[in-house]
């Protein structure tokens, strides 16, 4: 019989469509693709079975250090050597083991089928004794517990203290929260969800409360399927990078360059102020999901491709405001993308600087005399922020830093932002 054909009786009929489609991802995760995307790839359309991938997916994600301490301490074979289908099962049916609610026995069985189906009969024995042995482990170091690199860790410690450090790393294994952003009556949307039995509030950024937000609790479901979804009510988008997007201070009529554009969070919530928008983005693909974006909320904005790393952009004219949202770490969305943690290193950090700092040279040039720049980015690590921000000031006297903005660590389930506001003279 072929692989993964679905036949009565066989593995691939027996093996939940949630769990495979969690270990499969995970397997596309490996191969260097965005967590998200693999999980929609491989996910059941709805239903439980959907939630449970992506319930198994993102767990088996956020508590990686865990499991794998769990599997080297069962398993006389080195992780490095065993074969990667084998290593996901393993690390899903161990997430599940110590944080889902099946039976123990279910999940271990589940585990041998889905060992026959992804990777081989032969064994199917050696998974069933990590599983059934995993108590060997013993009591796991409150380190590994914390389930991020560890010189990631050292450096919030250095920053932030232990305390601090530790309370951000462990929020960042749990369920990122759902915020939504409106044009429209953010009152008349708060009652809708109510209505729908959700229990919407005031989403937070750094503390304060970010208008015309809300964060969304309780069973979500599918966010498609959510009340004003269909009728471009509202979209999605992290409370701090709405907040990143108000620096720009946007007032009607304005023209505005939203250099890093994609996805297209921080376009529409500029477009809501009344922007006259310019959204560009290296990637094509990217930008025809921020034109999807658009045409479900009624908005409009010139699109355009182009890698700022390649040169400035041609005859756009002078901007009264560019935002920088600059490619970079991503280490401030760990809770919302846990395969980060385990791609990045520290090295990375003064390579993304260098392209950050040609990335905001290039688009400050599109900035009119008395114009707003916002650079920010996605992490709060220095040199990726406040170091390429302080880099130009000191090159490019015509700016002086009138604001910074700054989510870390996050208090709200945000992401961690740094940004700052300058100003051309």
Known sequence: MSKGRHTPGSSASKVNPGRRAAVRALLRVNRGERGDHALEAEAP???????????????????????????????????????PAVLAILRVALFELRHGRAPDRAVVHQAAELTRLE?????VGFVNAVLRNRSRAGEIPPRVLLNHPEWLLARWEARYGPEQAADWARRNNQPPPLCIATAGDLAELDALLAQAGLEPEAAQAAGMDVPGMLRVLGPVGQVGALPGAAE???????????????????????????????????TFRLISQGADLLSVDRSATRLEHTQQGLDRLGMTAKLQQHDW????????????????????????????????RWRRKSEDLVQNAHRQFAILKRCSTL?????????????????????????????????????VFCSAPPTSGEDAFWAARLLRG
């Open 45 to 83: 359309p709805a239903g439980k079975d959907r939630a449970l991938a992506w319930h198994l997916h993102s767990g088996a994600l956020q508590h990686r250090a865990e499991l794998d301490h769990i599997i080297s301490a069962c398993s006389s074979r080195p992780l490095a050597r065993l074969d």
């Open 119 to 123: 990777a081989s009969r032969h064994v």
């Open 232 to 266: 471009g009510r509202w979209w999605v988008q992290d409370a701090a990078a709405a907040a990143v997007a108000d620096m720009v201070g946007c007032k009607p009529g304005w023209r505005v360059l939203d250099a890093c554009a994609a996805p297209g969070g921080k």
């Open 309 to 340: 790393l390649e040169g400035p952009l041609e005859a756009v004219g002078l901007m009264d405001a560019v935002l920088v949202d600059a490619p970079c770490s991503g280490l401030g969305t760990l809770r919302r993308h846990p395969e980060i």
């Open 367 to 403: 900035v009119r005399p008395g114009g707003v720049l916002v650079y920010a980015v996605c992490s709060a690590e220095p040199e990726e922020g406040e170091g390429v921000a302080q880099r130009f000031l000191a090159q490019n006297g015509d700016f002086v830093q009138d604001a």
